[in-house]
């Protein structure tokens, strides 16, 4: 690498610095998130369906079964993982709404990631 280019690659990163520095915590917050869905899932594709399923709104565990294409007890099972995790709770206290802490974003880099070490 010539003088030149390395001169231009240094310039490049000190004007992303800022940028990066602005984000740091909402990225560590996402990987965070990553690291738990990957204990949840644990590179079972039937786990991996039951949580994209949890993201596409309001069902009962019966309708998210069949979205993702596993029985209801799996489904539970999924649950219970993300309620340990920290990943998902139950609204207002009730058996029968579950909030789902982690956003489509957050499944999105889970997705791109799970092949890699974070």
Do not use: W
Request: contains cysteine; aromatic residues 6%; charged residues 30%.
């Amino acid at each position: 690498m010539n003088e030149e280019v390395a001169g231009l690659l240094g310039e490049i990163r000190d004007l992303l610095r800022p940028v990066a520095s602005h984000y740091l915590v909402e990225y560590q917050q996402r990987r965070e998130k990553t690291e738990k869905l990957r204990s949840v899932i644990k590179n079972s594709e039937k786990r991996e369906r039951v949580c994209d399923a949890l993201l596409q709104g309001m069902r009962n565990q019966m309708e998210i079964a069949d979205v993702a294409g596993v029985s209801q007890p799996a489904v539970s099972g999924v649950v219970a993982s993300l309620e340990e995790a920290g990943l998902a709770t139950r609204a207002d206290g009730t058996m029968d709404t579950l909030e789902v802490l982690f956003t489509p974003e957050d499944f999105l880099f889970f997705r791109l990631t799970k092949d890699r070490e974070l």
